[in-house]
Structure formats: structure tokens, C-alpha cells
């Protein structure tokens, strides 16, 4: 990005002919992430509404896409997540776990017959309906609605919590001081957690590194304004590790599943952005605006057009196998 000074300075500097909205889009974006690097306080100008009760920012449309999330979306980690939970004190089958942010109770279906109870807490009333009725009259799985911020159980309730691609949805606060004001949701959360799990419980979290975002989806390569919309609303790696330290967890370790991606079977389909169903199955989708995702989209059709698409998604999908779309978190209570 290299943006023109005028006659502010003596540096060299060249005179940029034709400024698209999609350069002031460009240049506004990477404003925001420098303010926001600088801690200072800025008006969120994203399509987003935020929802001050819930401390959650509602990006997407659960309500709509609740039906026809499973179509594009599919549990992964299932070997990661039992071994984690098996390095806790009880045996899988008498473990009591929760699903923070169960969505439609896709990864509760996976655990369901291996745990012996399971909880799922969600949010968004759509998807809370649609894991409800996927458990009815089954005693062994419970799902409330309701945020992740405040965990309605007794203290030491649960031997492991489970909380996959929820964390960006929480209000990110104000970035007034980085290491105790930011993110204070995930904060809260992390607090709530600590206090529901048993000693030696694991809170396991899915989440995506901001490097995994830029590499490991193959369309982040045609909205890269939305890309960095998105990595705002990403505490990083690191960011989660100092938060695990500040709210008591300790044994903090990362696994990456390089060999699976959340959109499954779907996810290498060259068409897929021109449907909307399908853009439904990555959130940053929700974050180009109306001219960010025309243009995304018109590289799309022209690709299939010209057969370029082919060699485009070869050259993602390297760098998408070196780094995985996902990382894993554990820490412990001690
Ligand atoms: C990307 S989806 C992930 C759903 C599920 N965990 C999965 O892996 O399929 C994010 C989910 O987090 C939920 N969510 C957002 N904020 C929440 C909050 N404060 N408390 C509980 N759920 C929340 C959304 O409603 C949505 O269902």
C-alpha cells in the first residue's frame, strides 16, 4: 500500500493516476489496523451490528443460514479434541463436556456416544433450534441458548470445554490497553470457564491464526480488504496464550490439522463464491462490501471463463497445505 503524501514531506514519492473505491477501501482498512495497532479508539465501520447484551457482534445471519449450515460447514479435529479430553483425570465415557457456541450441534453429534454428557450453549436462536431438535429426547445431550460470557452451571461442572470458531464473533471492546482491555469478552468467557471446569479440566478452543486466514482459504486471495476486516476480530495466537495466563489456565499447547478444512467435501469448488449458500460457510464473506464482493465475483466468472481458475487454486492450496486453515488450543486449569 503506498499512499501519496502530497506535499507533507520531502521522501520520494510518485503520483498514483486513477484511485479506485477499492484503493480508499484499501487505505481505510489498513488506517483502521494501524490505529487499532497504536490503541487508538475508532468507530467500527464494518456491516456488522453489535449486540450489546450478548457481547457478540452478529456479522452473519445465523437466523437464515441456521438451515443450511451443515451444508457448508463440517466438525473437524475429532482425533485432537478426544485426545484432549483424554488427558484429563476421567475416563471419556463418565466426562461431563461442554460445546461453547455449539452452532447447529455438529461437533456434539461427532462426541455424542464417546462423552458420557454432553452440554451445548448457543447464542443465535436459529442454530440453538436447529441442535435442539437434532437431540430430542436424547438425555444425554442438553442445549440451552444463551452467551458464552456468562456460563449459567455450578463451579466445577465440567471436565472439558469446547468453544470451535466462536471467539471472533465476541465483541472485541475497546483497545485502550492490549494486554488487560482488549478482547475482554474472550476474557470473560475464559474467566467463566475456568470457573466451570473441574482441577486438570481442558479448555479446548478452534480458532484461526491470521496467517492461516490469508493462506488457508483460497478465496482470501480475492478479498483481501475483507481478509484484514476479519483479522481485526481474531485475537491472535499469542494474544490467546497471554489471555490463558491471565485468567488463571496453565500447560497452554497447539495442534494444527493441516489434512482437513472446515468447508469439507465443498471447499474446492471453483463456483462456489458465485453462490451465496456457499459464501455462507466462511464469515468473511459478510465482511466485503457490495463492491468488494462484485469484484470478487467478477474474477470469479471471468476465471471459470478463461480456465485460469484451475492453476489459481493450485498455487492456494500449497500454501494452504504447509499451514492448515485452523489451529487448536488446550490449556488447563491446574
Ligand atoms: C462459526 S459458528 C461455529 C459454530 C460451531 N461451533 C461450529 O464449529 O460449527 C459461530 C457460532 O458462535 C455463536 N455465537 C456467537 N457469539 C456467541 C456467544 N456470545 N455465545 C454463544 N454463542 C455465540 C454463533 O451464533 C454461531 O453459532
Not at 470469479?300 to 486453515?325: D, H, P, T, Y
Request: hydrophobic residues 40%; charged residues 25%; contains cysteine.
Amino acid at each position: 500500500m503506498v499512499i501519496y503524501p502530497g506535499k507533507l514531506t520531502e521522501v520520494d514519492c510518485f503520483w498514483i493516476g486513477r484511485i479506485f473505491e477499492s484503493d480508499i477501501e484499501s487505505l481505510l482498512t489498513a488506517t483502521e489496523a494501524t490505529f487499532l495497532e497504536m490503541h487508538v479508539e475508532i468507530p467500527d465501520r464494518s456491516p456488522a451490528r453489535e449486540s450489546e447484551a450478548s457481547h457478540t457482534i452478529e456479522y452473519e445471519d445465523y437466523d437464515s443460514t441456521s438451515g443450511s449450515y451443515d451444508n457448508t460447514r463440517v466438525p473437524i479435529g475429532l482425533p485432537i479434541i478426544l485426545d484432549y479430553l483424554a488427558s484429563t483425570p476421567t475416563a471419556l465415557s463418565g466426562q461431563t463436556v461442554l460445546d461453547a457456541g455449539c452452532g447447529t450441534g455438529s461437533c456434539l453429534s461427532e462426541l455424542r456416544g464417546r462423552i458420557g454428557m454432553l452440554h451445548g450453549r448457543e447464542l443465535n436462536a436459529g442454530m440453538q433450534q436447529v441442535a435442539k431438535k437434532r437431540f430430542t429426547d436424547d438425555p444425554a445431550v442438553q442445549i440451552e441458548q444463551g452467551s458464552i460470557t456468562e456460563l449459567p452451571f455450578a463451579d466445577e461442572t465440567f471436565d472439558g470445554i469446547l468453544c470451535n470458531q466462536v471467539l471472533h464473533h465476541l465483541d472485541r471492546g475497546q483497545h485502550d490497553d492490549a494486554d488487560s482491555a482488549d478482547f475482554p469478552n474472550v476474557r470473560s468467557f475464559f474467566r467463566e470457564a475456568s470457573r466451570v471446569l473441574r482441577p486438570h479440566g481442558v479448555l479446548v478452543i478452534n480458532t484461526s491464526s491470521h496467517q492461516q486466514h490469508r493462506d488457508g482459504f483460497w478465496w482470501a486471495a480475492l478479498i483481501p480488504a475483507a481478509i484484514d476486516r476479519m483479522l481485526i476480530r481474531f485475537p491472535s495466537i499469542d494474544r490467546l496464550e497471554k489471555i490463558f495466563q491471565q485468567t488463571g489456565f496453565v500447560g497452554f499447547e497447539t495442534t494444527v490439522p493441516v489434512d482437513e478444512v472446515l468447508q469439507g467435501e465443498n471447499y474446492l469448488d471453483p463456483a462456489g463464491p458465485l453462490s451465496a449458500a456457499w459464501r455462507a460457510g466462511d464469515s468473511s464473506w459478510s465482511l466485503t462490501t457490495d463492491q468488494e464482493l462484485a469484484h470478487a465475483l467478477d474474477n470469479v466468472s471471468a476465471g471459470l471463463e478463461n480456465g485460469k481458475m484451475a492453476a489459481f487454486l493450485e498455487e492456494r492450496e500449497q500454501l494452504r497445505a504447509k499451514i492448515g486453515q485452523t489451529t487448536f488450543l488446550v490449556a488447563r486449569k491446574p
